[in-house]
């Protein structure tokens, strides 16, 4: 297992991409600006009934729980260990308390489609290892892998949506298989992410072997999952590189990525993607942890906790993808790009 370090608990402001790509741009394409997100842009259509914002106390100005997982075991061996239960419980919790996965790429591109009154939360899972997905001679996920886990929970919860993030690196899941893993994730609405190829401390590296870790990573990808669209990346060890624009965008041997999301290692919630604090090029994340512990104060169980005492800090949903509402209080929070989709009350 890939050694990592402690979480970074400070953003890194990225303010020179603005030569980078916008909302609709994908990998490969020049576009005008760094992670635009139009006012118009409300995403796909919502399956769910909208609620006047204030019966539910709406605020998509809140902020929003983006969890990190690595490992599950039996027996952790470091701060990034889980076990299968634990992570099982953390599930229960969120379903519970009304929070609805969403992807890496729909919470940068402010696609939140939840149920009016409800919380969304992304899960995301570093290193691509075999306790996380691993499919039978089936072809259906094991029962104690993260994925079986997260699927039995969906299942037991309607409206817990069955969906993650997983930042990958070369020679994803092993047990089953790349190409077999990806094509299944895919499939089934999942999310998959560029973590490098090698796991490779960023920050360590030449512009050149940063661009070749990342662009190596997506060619891998595009392999083993023809058509999926990467534009999700998350730092081995949390690490910038020198040139933070290049964990944007970049280009090695023919092969160039744009990413609209550049995810941290921790320690705390992410703003709203509508919030004027939102930096797509430094989203931070929570590790998932128990109450006691190494850091434990950053961890996720200590977060879940602040937020549900704070519950008017946190993103609460008003069921309408197409408008941002929020008390009149928090519009000085707005991102001036969705003005035009405000529903202040």
């Not at 600006?33 to 842009?41: E, H, Y």
């Not at 997983?166 to 298989?177: I, Q």
């Not at 977060?303 to 704070?310: K, S, V």
């Given at each position: 297992m890939r050694r990592r370090s402690v979480p970074v608990l400070s953003a890194l402001l990225v303010g020179l991409l603005a030569t980078s790509c916008s909302a609709g741009g994908s990998a490969g394409t020049d576009s005008s600006?760094?992670?635009?997100?139009?006012?118009?842009?409300a995403g796909s259509?919502?399956?769910?009934?909208?609620?006047?914002?204030?019966?539910?106390?709406?605020?998509?100005?809140?902020?929003?729980?983006?969890l990190m997982y690595h490992q599950l075991t039996e027996h952790p061996a470091s701060v990034y260990d889980r076990t299968p239960a634990d992570f099982r419980a953390?599930?229960?919790?969120?379903?519970?308390?009304?929070?609805?996965?969403?992807?890496?790429?729909?919470?940068?591109?402010?696609?939140?489609?939840v149920p009016a009154g409800a919380h969304p939360v992304v899960l995301t899972f570093d290193d691509s290892t075999n306790s996380q997905v691993r499919l039978g001679a089936d072809g259906r996920p094991a029962p104690d892998s993260a994925l079986g886990i997260l699927l039995d929970v969906a299942r037991r919860h309607p409206g817990f949506r069955a969906t993650a993030t997983?930042?990958?690196?070369?020679?994803?899941?092993?047990?089953?298989?790349g190409k077999q893993a990806l094509g299944w994730l895919a499939a089934?609405?999942?999310?998959?992410?560029?973590?490098?190829?090698?796991?490779?401390?960023?920050?360590?590296?030449?512009?050149?072997?940063?661009?070749?870790?990342i662009a190596g990573d997506l060619r891998e990808i595009r392999q083993l999952a023809p058509g999926a669209r990467v534009v999700s990346f998350a730092l081995p060890f949390g690490s910038m590189p020198e040139q933070a624009a290049l964990a944007v965008r970049g280009s090695s041997q023919g092969v160039s990525y744009q990413h609209r999301g550049v995810y941290l290692v921790g320690a705390n919630p992410a703003p709203s993607p509508f919030s004027a604090s939102f930096d797509a090029a430094a989203i931070p994340r929570i590790r998932s942890e128990g109450a006691n512990g190494q850091e434990a104060e950053y961890g996720s169980t200590?977060?879940?906790?602040?937020?549900?005492?704070?519950?008017s800090s946190r993103y609460t949903s008003d069921g309408d993808p197409a408008t941002v509402a929020f008390p009149k209080a928090e519009e000085s929070r707005l991102a001036p790009a969705y003005r035009a989709r405000a529903r202040a009350y």
């Open positions: 600006a760094a992670f635009a997100r139009p006012a118009g842009d259509a919502s399956a769910h009934a909208p609620r006047d914002p204030a019966s539910v106390r709406a605020n998509e100005l809140g902020q929003v729980p983006v953390e599930l229960e919790r969120l379903a519970r308390e009304g929070y609805v996965p969403i992807t890496a790429a729909e919470l940068t591109g402010g696609r939140i489609d997983f930042f990958v690196n070369s020679e994803p899941f092993s047990a089953t298989g089934h609405g999942f999310e998959v992410g560029n973590h490098t190829m090698d796991h490779s401390n960023l920050r360590t590296l030449g512009d050149e072997e940063v661009q070749h870790e200590a977060w879940l906790d602040r937020l549900a005492a704070n519950p």
